[in-house]
């Protein structure tokens, strides 16, 4: 096996077997925080209101389109607008952990979406 594969391995709780090949249980390049991480879009989409990763008014669907409470809560009615999906509280990302995995710098702004519900309403 390579040098680096039972550090891999430990990093992840595996347990490397050396019965002739190596055998683990996941790929030993798959990292399960990058996989799994949220953006955490910079702001609102529809006011673009900034939306740090600690905000706790920051809404999310699904997909990860992002808009602020009042926004979310107001002319949204909890719906997203590009997808029909629900808009929830978007989990906060602590501290220790943004400096290796850094928020999104990545504005998405999209007024129009919004505009069309309001003028629904
Ligand atoms: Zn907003
Ligand atoms: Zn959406």
Not at 40 to 65: N, Y
Not at 83 to 95: D, Q, S, T
Request: one cysteine or more; proline letters at 10%; charged letters at 25%.
């Amino acid at each position: 096996m390579k040098a680096g594969d039972k550090d891999n391995a430990a990093r992840f709780g595996l347990e490397p077997r050396e019965h002739g090949r190596v055998c683990y249980s996941v790929p030993i390049d798959f990292n399960p925080f990058e996989a799994a991480m949220l953006l955490l879009r910079p702001g609102c989409e529809c006011c673009d209101k900034d939306l740090p990763p600690d905000a706790q008014d920051a809404r999310i669907c699904s997909f990860e389109c992002t808009f602020c409470a009042g926004c979310a809560d107001g002319v949204l009615a909890g719906i997203c607008p590009n997808c029909g999906g629900e808009l929830l509280p978007r989990p906060r990302r602590p501290a220790a952990k943004l400096a290796a995995n850094p928020a999104s710098t990545q504005r998405v702004f999209k007024p129009a979406g919004c505009a069309k519900l309001a003028s629904l309403a």
